[in-house]
């Protein structure tokens, strides 16, 4: 147990279904992000919230919508998902402070789009 | 190419055996940090070593850090089948990356009991 919670910690949807994952920290951090990982291809980091702002959109399609409405929840708003969206989604958080930033993580989200 | 490159891609040892894997970065850093992720599970922070320091040891965990080559390794002594899993080591903390991490690609480490 990290203290990181996703959930669902699976779904399935298609293309023109809205479905949101959830992320929720229960360690006092102060910043938050959602990363992809697709088979085979590194880590790829989509957004950072830091103190509840957002500080970085790693250039992710409009069709992923992040909110973060406290420094201990953070959403992740799919829409209109294509299928190459498939992968392993997952929530992390950290405390930041003198360059030392260890992230923890959820357990992430299996996202599949038929 | 990616800040943050390990090799070898993928590394198959048999229990009681030492585990070695290197990681690979291009830009100053601060520190350097080496995780652990089990099949489709999130990633579990194992080890973080800074820019002055140039070995750190956690258990059966031994991380090098060369600043002039800008490399590290991870060396697993004594392995167990539990050890099996894929690391990644990242890199950040700089002034300029602020609160972003930028993680290899990863080896994928098989211990065979």
Known sequence: ETGVTQTPRHLVMGMTNKKSLKCEQHLGHNAMYWYKQSAKKPLELMFVYNFKEQTENNSVPSRFSPECPNSSHLFLHLHTLQPEDSALYLCASSQVMGGKNIQYFGAGTRLSVL | ?113
């Open chain 2, 1 to 113: 190419s990616q800040q943050g490159e390990e090799d070898p891609q993928a590394l198959s040892i048999q229990e009681g055996e030492n585990a070695t894997m290197n990681c690979s970065y291009k830009t100053s850093i601060n520190n350097l940090q080496w995780y652990r992720q089990n099949s489709g599970r999130g990633l579990v922070h194992l080890i973080l070593i800074r820019s002055n320091e140039r070995e750190k040891h956690s258990g059966r965990l031994r991380v090098t850090l060369d600043t002039s080559k800008k490399s590290s390794s991870l060396l697993i002594t004594a392995s167990r089948a539990a050890d099996t899993a894929s690391y990644f080591c990242a890199t950040g903390g700089s002034e300029t990356s602020g609160s972003r991490l930028t993680f290899g690609e990863g080896t994928q480490l098989t211990v065979n009991p």
